[in-house]
């Protein structure tokens, strides 16, 4: 490969390298917390959580795995298909789907840019005790499920990590 | 205090190479392919140098698995203009992909050249992308990217620790190149911890730094080879 070949090269590099900072200046500027995402179906947190039902309850990673996770429908109908609300027809679509062996595919209320390469973990957090509000704001009590903080924004984060004497190591999150 | 550390005992270095793949597959580190490594541009977070000694047919090859040496005193670190790559509390010498402008300059600027450029985004079409690991980031084209001592393995093996409410050992952390290693030639650990495997190791008389002169303080030792 000639020399200008590989200058040409080098400048292609910078070309794509430009765009991926436009795009990232452009996902800093875009999050805009009233918008939730669009759900499969209209699962209401506050019905939940007025019948008792913990967060851990459903999202079963939060205290021990790095992700939340969510339930699959199996579970959603192991009280559903008897006992709670069974015609409900909202309950009636995730039935439906659950026969068709279909997933439901959640909408992400919270997405971190994957431009900033963080490798969030639940575990330390509730391991820390902190509370699942702090982040995800009182889920408890909305009926649809919305961000509440700019969890792109990485001066909550930090901010959190040193009142509370946390690990604010560049490679703690980012590696 | 912890130095997280290596000692790598090149008598027992056979050059099999299995350290390299595994680093490959634990880091999600690309293959650039026959022409870009033409280019000089091949990616290996650790390579296996082969050093040959005497004239033929007395000849002795001897095998030197060359990584990050982890720097007390980096070369690389002044030299970013964004504070990309730094030294961390426990003395691993840092690469943070998303600050990273990509200038090259602390690649210019290693003498143990171990630091690697992505031309390229890497590619993994489809199903290659399910052994991708999901501790570790996917680097994107234009960042610079080298050997972090396996550094989600460190996290991993202190999130353990801390559920058991006690201190890190050697048991809990291993790198993916000593791991794989079947000659246990690379030994990992915390060099400030007396206890610690590297620790007594790094006092054996066959201990040595890399590019000693240059003053770079690495954390990877050399146990050098017998005659």
Redesign the interface.
């Known amino acids: 490969m000639s020399s200008f070949q590989r200058s040409c090269g080098q400048v292609q590099g910078l070309k794509k390298w430009t765009g991926m900072l436009c795009s990232l200046a452009i996902l800093g500027c875009s999050s805009d917390l009233s918008e939730a995402p669009p759900q499969p179906i209209a699962f209401s947190h506050l019905a939940h959580s007025e019948n008792d039902i913990a967060c851990i309850r459903c999202h079963q990673g939060a205290e021990t795995q790095a992700q939340a996770g969510l339930p699959p429908i199996s579970s959603c109908a192991s009280c559903h298909r008897r006992a709670a609300i069974p015609d409900h027809p909202e309950v009636l679509k995730f039935m439906e789907r659950l026969e068709r062996r279909e997933p439901l595919v959640w909408g992400k209320v919270n997405v971190l840019p994957a431009s900033a390469m963080v490798h969030f973990k639940h575990k330390p957090h509730a391991r820390a005790e902190v509370d699942c509000s702090v982040c995800h704001g009182d889920v408890a009590q909305m009926t649809v499920a919305q961000s509440v903080i700019n969890i792109a924004d990485m001066g909550w984060c930090v901010s959190c990590h040193r009142e509370n004497e946390a690990s604010v190591d560049c490679l703690t999150c980012h590696h | 205090m912890t130095r997280w550390g290596m000692v790598i005992d090149t008598d027992r270095c056979t050059g099999c190479g299995a350290c390299v793949v595994a680093c490959h597959a634990e880091n999600n580190i690309q293959t650039v392919g026959e022409e870009e490594a033409?280019?000089g541009r091949a990616m290996h977070w650790l390579r296996i140098e082969r050093h040959y000694e005497g004239e033929f047919p007395d000849i002795r090859v001897r095998f030197l698995p060359v990584l990050c040496q982890q720097c007390g005193s980096a070369p690389c670190e002044p030299v970013c203009p964004v504070y990309a790559t730094?030294r961390?509390?426990?003395g691993?010498n840092?690469m943070?992909?998303?600050?990273c402008?990509?200038t090259r300059y602390c690649a210019n600027n290693c003498p143990y050249t171990v630091r690697f450029f992505n031309?390229?985004a890497g590619e993994w079409p489809k199903p290659l992308d399910r052994q991708l690991n999901p501790?570790?980031?996917v680097?994107?084209?234009?960042v610079m990217e080298k050997c972090?001592f396996c550094?989600?393995r460190i996290?991993d093996g202190q999130?353990r620790a801390?559920?058991e409410n006690r201190s890190v050992t050697d048991a809990d952390i291993e790198t993916a190149c000593s791991q794989s290693c079947p000659a246990q030639a690379i030994t990992f650990g915390d060099l400030e911890n007396s206890d610690s495997r590297v620790a007594q190791m790094a006092k054996s008389a066959r201990a040595s730094h890399l590019l000693e002169d240059l003053g770079t303080d690495p954390s990877v030792i050399y146990l050098l080879g017998g005659e």
């Open positions: 033409k280019n730094y961390t509390p426990e691993l840092a943070v992909y998303s600050r402008i990509g031309w390229h501790d570790v980031s680097r994107p084209a234009g972090t550094v989600q996290q999130d801390k559920d």
